[in-house]
């Protein structure tokens, strides 16, 4: 690989978890902390205010584990996925910014958490979700059948508009029913993790 140092024969390095895609942190290589991390899969830094190598959690023991090591267009940065143990900053935080190391679905995650507010809020009047809730958990799970047929029908046509229409009420309306029966797409994610070993 590639890498332009800088006149200090330093380059960037950031640090991402390679599972929730997070980032935890900024560190600096030198060529040498560079190949020691190739080397012991443990990633190493060159440290500015101590200048001399210093491998992520030699005290602490929460070390990163390397999974892959990415130049950038320019080369003169790299992009390194770790599997983190323990908290990343110095500080005991997950990352350097005090934010929670945690998986991420998108806007599913928005949609999952504006559907607990919903639930919580019990406005039937004017929430679909927390009138559909109310009617309790046989309700919710029916509606998913109904959306899951409606989505096989139209998987049988031409008519990719419609199909994906349905897709989209079949996955609001299991969101629904994952969180009625006191799940989360984390939960889906750790049993598919479970099942691909």
Not at 21 to 43: D, R, S, W
Not at 71 to 90: F, K, M, S, Y
């Amino acid at each position: 690989m590639k890498i332009k140092y800088d006149s200090n024969g330093l380059v960037p390095a950031i640090i991402q978890d390679a599972t929730t895609k997070n980032v935890l942190m900024l560190g600096y290589m030198n060529e040498e902390a560079y190949q020691k991390t190739i080397e012991t899969k443990q990633v190493t830094f060159f440290s500015r205010s101590k200048q001399r190598l210093w491998t992520k959690g030699e005290e602490s023991g929460n070390v990163l584990n390397l999974v892959d090591v990415k130049n950038d267009c320019d080369n003169d940065t790299l992009l390194i996925q770790v599997n983190p143990v323990g908290p990343t900053c110095h500080k005991g935080t997950d990352n350097c910014w005090g934010e929670a190391n945690e998986s991420s679905y998108g806007f599913f995650t928005t949609l999952e958490n504006v559907i607990t507010e919903r639930v919580a809020n019990k406005d039937t009047n004017k929430s679909y979700v927390a009138s559909l809730f109310s009617k309790g958990i046989n309700k919710v799970a029916q509606k998913v059948g109904e959306e899951a047929v409606e989505t096989v029908i139209e998987a049988m046509d031409n008519n990719d508009e419609l199909f994906l229409y349905e897709s989209t009420d079949l996955l609001f309306h299991y969101l629904m029913l994952l969180q009625a029966k006191g799940f989360t797409l984390k939960d889906i994610e750790a049993e598919l993790k479970s099942r691909h070993k």
